[in-house]
């Protein structure tokens, strides 16, 4: 079983509000991942955790606040996003994230910021 | 230069068809290499791992130009149902952190 599951699927917030992605895997992976995705574009890497720690932030704002509260979830918490902001968000999972394991995805949350 | 290049298509063909993608990868350090195929509005999957001696699942081969920093993937007697974007995926440098590059993307659209 290689699923990994994302919610909400859908998600329209103002620049002003606070909310959370969800994401989560029962494969037993260590590596969790979160992509964004702009359309006809492919995913760029923002996040990695390993063994639940943060180990890379592709300069990513903070106004994206990652959270791995287990082995199993990961959340991205958003705040006084941007318009550019707007994007398909992807999480992903791998067994291991200090070797280049395959990564499975999640179906993403389409994110519109207002 | 990008860290990984794909001819963007589309590729248009046929049922039954055998159409090849390429990808070149600007990093030699680099060790692991993948091929995901996304279809429209979807999350990428993983078609298959990219070995250096070359490997096959079904219709789908792929091989790997470690020399060139080349590498491809051939499908046979196309489907509809192979009708995608197919993303070159390579990690970056030596260093195995699973940071992942994916392409641009090749487009494949097959026509009944």
């Known amino acids: 079983d290689t699923e990994v599951t994302q919610t909400p699927k859908h998600l329209v917030m103002g620049m002003t509000n606070k909310k959370s992605l969800k994401c989560e895997q029962h494969?037993?992976?260590?590596?969790m991942y979160w992509y964004k995705q702009k359309a006809k574009k492919p995913p760029e890497l923002m996040f990695v955790?390993?063994?639940?720690?943060?180990?890379i932030n592709e300069s990513v704002p903070s106004r994206f606040s990652p959270e791995c509260p287990n082995s199993s979830l990961l959340n991205l918490h958003l705040h006084a996003l941007q318009p550019e902001d707007s994007a398909l968000y992807l999480c992903?999972?791998?067994?291991?994230?200090?070797?280049?394991?395959?990564?499975?995805f999640g179906p993403g949350t389409r994110l519109t910021v207002t | 230069r990008k860290e990984v290049e794909q001819d963007p298509g589309p590729f248009n063909v046929p049922e039954g068809a055998t159409v090849a993608f390429n990808c070149t990868y600007s990093?030699?350090?680099?060790?692991?290499f993948f091929w995901y195929r996304q279809d429209c509005r979807k999350e990428p999957k993983l078609l298959m791992s990219?070995?250096?001696s070359g490997n096959e699942d079904g219709r789908f081969t792929a091989q790997l130009n470690r020399a060139s920093q080349y590498i491809s993937l051939l499908i046979r007697d196309s489907k509809l149902s192979d009708s995608a974007t197919y993303l070159c995926v390579v990690n970056r440098g030596s260093s195995n952190t699973g940071k992942l590059i994916f392409g641009q993307g090749t487009t494949l659209q097959v026509k009944p």
């Open positions: 990219v070995y250096s």
């Open positions: 955790y390993s063994y639940e720690k943060l180990s």
């Open positions: 990093n030699s350090a680099s060790q692991s």
């Open positions: 992903a999972s791998s067994q291991r994230g200090e070797v280049t394991y395959e990564q499975y």
């Open positions: 494969m037993g992976h260590r590596a």
